[in-house]
């Protein structure tokens, strides 16, 4: 068996990094997905109140 040349191990690594960054996007879409999924019961608690009083002053917001 001949060792691999410079060129086999430069493509190899660079196929090896197109196949991690694939697999880092769909792990990124995945978790993206999940967590809209478990949040989305939540949204009405997420969003800002019409009228919304700051803690500080009691003063309202203008809507």
């Known amino acids: 068996m001949k060792p691999y040349s410079r060129m086999e ?8 990094y197109f196949v991690w960054k694939l697999m880092e ?5 995945l978790l993206s997905l999940a967590i809209t999924a478990v949040t989305l019961p ?8 019409p ?8 003063l309202r917001q203008r809507t």
Do not use: A
């Open 9 to 16: 191990t430069t493509r190899d690594l660079k196929s090896l």
């Open 25 to 29: 996007m769909l792990v990124h879409n």
């Open 42 to 49: 939540w949204q009405f608690l997420i969003r800002p109140q």
């Open 51 to 58: 009228y919304w009083c700051h803690p500080w002053t009691g």
